[in-house]
């Protein structure tokens, strides 16, 4: 069956550290895959958005790499802060003819601590 | 630019009540989606519309109905509810499919009791 994982429900670094979250799928084959930042009591807003034929994105402080060989994507907060702290979300869009449906993990929360 | 609007932000219903929840965007978005999200996870599709007139069904639509009269609006109707459909109700529109972001609204939660 399908499946998105995203590791551990909860990550803790300390400013100024780099964050590293991870996002890996099974019996997808994303056309497209995005990073979601949601904080409490809000709706996610989007990050970066990165295509199957991309192994790199970034913007200003985050980085974003897709290994579809591997089946996982890399999101990487550089020189972290308190106010990164929220919960990241992936999600992988198929081709398909119309839908433009996005699947989501179950997101991250991390906590970066000054 | 108000993106993506969501009312009521809070309702607590009786089980079997039903009631309409409101999602108007003013970005003349074609694509629009409803999720619910349930404590600690991710979203689960229940409704999308690929324009007005048009609506299909996502992951979990059971206990839901949707209309897309209009390009700016797509209500998602709950009748008869129960304790199951307690959960966080997002609305998202986004311009095309694939390589376009995702814009939500800031939710409404829902709790039946």
């Known amino acids: 069956s399908q499946k998105i994982e995203q590791n551990s429900e909860a990550l803790n670094i300390q400013e100024g550290k780099t964050a590293t979250l991870t996002c890996n799928y099974t019996?997808?084959?994303?056309?497209?895959l995005q990073w979601y930042r949601q904080d409490p009591g809000r709706g996610p807003v989007f990050l970066l958005l990165?295509?199957?034929?991309?192994k790199e994105k970034r913007k200003e402080r985050l980085k974003v790499t897709f290994d579809t060989t591997l089946k996982q994507s890399l999101f990487h907060i550089t020189a972290s802060q308190p106010a990164d702290s929220a919960t990241y979300l992936c999600?992988?869009?198929?081709?398909?003819?119309?839908?433009?449906?996005?699947?989501f993990g179950d997101g991250t929360t991390l906590t970066v601590k000054p | 630019n108000a993106g993506v609007t969501q009312t009521p932000k809070f309702r607590i219903l009786k089980i079997g009540q039903s009631m309409t929840l409101q999602c108007t965007q003013d970005m003349n978005h074609n694509y629009m989606y409803w999720y619910r999200q349930d404590p600690g996870m991710g979203l689960k599709l229940i409704y999308y519309s690929v324009g007005a007139g048009i609506t299909d069904k996502g992951e979990v639509p059971n206990g839901y109905n949707v209309s897309r009269s209009t390009t700016e609006d797509f209500p998602l109707r709950l009748e008869l509810a129960a304790p199951s459909q307690t959960s966080v109700y997002f609305c998202?529109?986004?311009?095309?499919?694939?390589?376009?972001?995702?814009?939500f609204g800031n939710g409404t939660r829902l709790t039946v009791t």
């Open positions: 999600a992988l869009d198929v081709e398909d003819t119309n839908a433009g449906k996005s699947t």
């Open positions: 990165i295509r199957e034929n991309e």
């Open positions: 998202a529109s986004r311009r095309r499919r694939g390589d376009s972001p995702l814009h």
């Open positions: 019996n997808y084959s994303p056309a497209y």
